[in-house]
């Protein structure tokens, strides 16, 4: 799939633009503080429902204005998409798909399919499970709304499960409740557990194939899934109720569930060791871009065309080595890149958005 053009209105930095994007590589560049990563952050935003820079999204609207507007077009194989965004200074936010808007914001996943990188993402490695977990959340919804709508049952489980620990003092009244959420909470689990278990396995050898690609086979990655144990949801279902059981003493100790997939994490590690402690910078930003690259196979086999890659600032820090593998690995795809200046430019042909202070302007296609 491609996306053909984005339009915004008093969105950011930007008055009013409109950038028609070609096939291939779009390399998007200009100094600090132009509107680059706006621009690319419009697109997550009205193709994921979340912005990678914030989650107060009245920050979007241009200072001074009263409601910015975003809308993207894109083509697949089956035919056009128009995906649409509208946020007014009340916080009243609207997503729309081919003009209609959506009832649920699962609606908008998996009508234009990104792959996005900026360099917040190096967290993914080196923070909390947090980050981790929500990589793996943004990206299987990306591929499934029902994933989504379970995260959400999930979280409102969890949240009444959590007000019980907290505020309950009679304990008879607690024990015979609680009963009743863990049953609930486990169901719903076991089928995020087991998604995310089936993605963490896909994603293992070709995340594993794409770090000896990126590292001229000097690093050897290895990914695994870190929660409940079982491959199947009613295995999974039977481990969480037992350590539901177990932890409850604990739970009501501290007011909150301490085990689930909200708690979860993914093991990643270097060469026999942990990552997160032993590897260097530039082996972090190749271990997310690793994960990067094995997304974009995924993606290709479950959706059945070429998802889009967004990369904000992806060449900072890499060696020209680094950079041609890169390009190599987009080869076939649309790309649509930001940097303050591509010294070293892909070999066949691209094109060229140059944003200065709001206005993006496609200067030039070289063929
Ligand atoms: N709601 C808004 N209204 C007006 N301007 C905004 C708004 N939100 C952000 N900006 C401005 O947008 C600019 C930042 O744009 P952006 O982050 O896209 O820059 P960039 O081109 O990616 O720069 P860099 O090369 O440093 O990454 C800042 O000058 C900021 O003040
Ligand atoms: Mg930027």
Redo the contacts with the bound molecule.
């Keep these: 799939m491609k996306i053909t053009k984005v339009k915004l209105e008093n969105y950011?930095?930007y008055h009013y633009s409109v950038v028609e994007f070609d096939d291939g590589i779009t390399l998007i560049s200009?100094a600090?503080?132009?509107?680059?990563?706006?621009l690319v952050e419009s697109i997550v935003l009205a193709s994921t429902t979340k912005s990678p820079r914030t989650s107060s999204l009245q920050?979007?609207?241009?200072?001074g204005e009263t409601q910015a507007v975003v809308e993207i077009c894109a083509e697949r194989n089956y035919g056009n998409i128009t995906l649409g965004y509208k946020i007014d200074s009340k916080g009243d936010k609207h997503f729309s798909v081919n003009g209609n808007e959506v009832k649920k914001l699962s609606e908008v996943f998996g009508n234009i399919v990104v792959i996005y990188f900026c360099p917040d993402h190096l967290k993914i490695v080196s923070a909390s499970p947090a980050e981790r977990r929500d990589f793996m959340d943004t990206d299987i919804s990306q591929l499934s709304g029902s994933y989504y709508n379970l995260l959400q049952r999930y979280n409102k489980i969890l949240m009444q499960r959590n007000k019980l620990l907290k505020t309950e003092r009679d304990r008879s009244v607690l024990l015979s409740m609680i009963s009743v959420y863990n049953e609930q909470l486990a169901g719903v689990a076991s089928l995020i557990i087991k998604t995310r278990k089936g993605f963490i396995e896909k994603l293992r050898e070709p995340a594993k194939e794409a770090m000896k690609f990126i590292s001229s086979a000097k690093d050897e990655l290895e990914i695994e899934y870190v929660g409940a144990r079982g491959a199947s949801a009613e295995e999974i279902k039977t481990e969480l109720l037992k350590a539901l059981e177990f932890n409850l003493e604990r739970d009501i100790e501290l007011g909150y569930t301490s085990i689930g997939p909200h708690r979860d994490d993914i093991y990643l590690g270097l060469n026999g060791k942990d990552a997160r402690s032993y590897s260097s910078q530039g082996q972090q930003r190749s271990i997310v871009l690793a994960l990067k690259f094995a997304e974009m196979e995924i993606f290709k086999n479950e959706l059945g065309e070429n998802p889009i890659l967004v990369l904000d600032?992806v060449f900072s820090e890499l060696d020209t080595t680094r950079q041609r593998r890169l390009y190599e690995k987009m080869s076939g795809y649309q790309a649509i890149m930001?940097g303050?200046a591509f010294k070293f430019k892909p070999t066949g042909d691209y094109q060229q958005v140059i944003?200065k202070n709001g206005n993006a302007k496609i200067k030039q296609i070289k063929r």
């Design positions: 950011r930095n200009g600090n503080g132009q509107g680059k990563t706006n920050e979007t609207i241009r200072d600032d930001t303050t944003v």
